[in-house]
Each structure stands twice: as structure tokens, then as C-alpha cells.
């Protein structure tokens, strides 16, 4: 009789156990492939897979990836109206409003491509040997470290937006821009479906430099008011969650089964 009475309670208490998870939306960026993007709604790339394998070991929260253009993520953030972004780089001067971050999850590491008759000139140093050229960057995102940035703000070195990996590729291949800077894992990778669909030749452009390192994290808004009164314990836990999936070596598997499924997708995916 007891243990019956036990199972009725367990039965009558198991919905509220299951209301229990808190729900904690993250938006992702919507077009920065291969690391976070958007395909059929859903928020895809390598980012995205680790953010879903740490939230599988959150028992506390219900963990929502919510892919959206980055500036708009950018711009919920600054209003407050959104908990996390994912993944920007750690720039607390660029977005006092992003504040406190994740550790990272992964490093990027930021290269330059130029087209091959501007390498004819050795350019050794980074960025001073750039000065006079057109770089293509990818809106939203300021990679390259601050002392191209400062040639930039300068006009020593012309800067045109895009939107992503590919319109600034296909930019530079048509003479429109000199040089391109981002991750170099997804130009190579764009590079390697052009050359697919018969748009890019070996060749036409090479890698000129290293530019900079770069961290992706999840990042905070500090503009909420109190709106999202679990974002301490929840950045707790995904913290320790992220660390131990570093320790483990599960990051790692998770980026080299993403790279290899991307090598040998044959759909170009939306770079």
C-alpha cells in the first residue's frame, strides 16, 4: 500500500518535474558557416553542435538555439532583450553590453587572402605592408586585430562589407576587392565548393598572412534589468560543462566530425 501511494505521488509530481527545466534561448548567428548558420530553420555548424552537447548535460534548463542575422543578435543584446549571443569574439570595448561571457569555446585562427598579382609585391608584415589595398570583411565582425582596424579608421586601408564568406569571396575574385580577411578554415572550405561549381581556379588568390587568433564564446547581455534572474547560475553551469567537454577531448571530436562532413557535402552550404 505504501509503495502504491509512493508511485501516485511519484506519477502526480512527474509533470512538475518535467515544467521544472528552465528555458534559456540563445541566438546563434544565422550565416557564418562552417562554424554557425542557418539550414531549414535550424541552427547548424560547429558552435551549434557543441552549444547542443553541453546543453545535453543541463538537466536544470531547456536549452533553444534561435539562428538570426548578427546584427540583430547584436542589437538584442544591446537592448536587453535577449539572454545570449553566440559566438562572438571577446571585445568589451567594442560592446560594453556584452557582458559577462562564456569561456571559449573554440580558437579561430583569422588569415588574409589577396588575390595573386597583389602578393607580386612581397608583403611580409601585417597589416603595415596592406596599406592602399580594398579589404572585403564580413558585416558585423572585426577580426584582424586592432592595429589593422586602426589603418582602417585611418583610411590607409579601404574596408567593404558583405554579408558573408562567399559574396566577399566572389568579390574578390571579380577584382572588386584586393584582399579578404576571416577564419581560414571557412575560406578554404568556401573555396573548395567554387572551385566545385567552376567559379574559382587555383591560383587566383593565395593566403598573404596570419592575422590574428580569435576566440568564440557565448555572450551575455548586461542590459536585461534583472529580465533573466537564472543567466549566473546558467553561465555556471554551461562553464563547467564547456570545461569538461574541452578536458575530454569532445570539442575536438565534435570539430572533426563537422569538418569532415562538410568537406564532403556536395550542396554548397550558405557561407
Sequence with gaps: MRLFAALLVWIAAAPCMAMAAQTVV????????????EASGQARGIYNDILRAAAARLPAYRVELRPVPWKRGLAELEAGRALAL???????????????????????????????EVLRQPRPNWPDDYQGLRFGNNAGFKPG???????????????EEAANVRANLLKLLRGRLDC?????LAIQ??????????????????EAATASEEQG????????????????????????VLGEMRKSGQIDRIVERALQAARQQDAPLPF
Excluded at 26 to 37: E, F, G
Aim: aromatic share 16%.
Design 180 to 184: 579578404y580577411l576571416n577564419d581560414g
Design 145 to 159: 586585430g586592432d592595429a589593422f582596424w586602426k589603418l582602417v579608421s585611418q583610411g590607409k586601408i579601404s574596408l
Design 26 to 37: 540563445i541566438l546563434t548567428d544565422n550565416d557564418y558557416a562552417p562554424y554557425s548558420y
Design 217 to 240: 564564446y557565448v555572450g551575455f547581455t548586461d542590459r536585461d534589468d534583472g529580465r533573466f534572474p537564472y543567466k549566473r547560475d546558467f553561465l555556471e553551469q554551461l562553464n563547467r
Design 86 to 116: 553566440s559566438p562572438p569574439y571577446f571585445k568589451p570595448h567594442d560592446r560594453p553590453y556584452i557582458q559577462p561571457y562564456s569561456v571559449p569555446m573554440l580558437t579561430e585562427r583569422v588569415q588574409v587572402y589577396c588575390r595573386a
Design 189 to 206: 572550405l568556401e573555396l573548395a565548393r567554387l572551385q566545385r561549381q567552376r567559379l574559382y581556379a587555383p591560383g587566383q588568390l593565395a
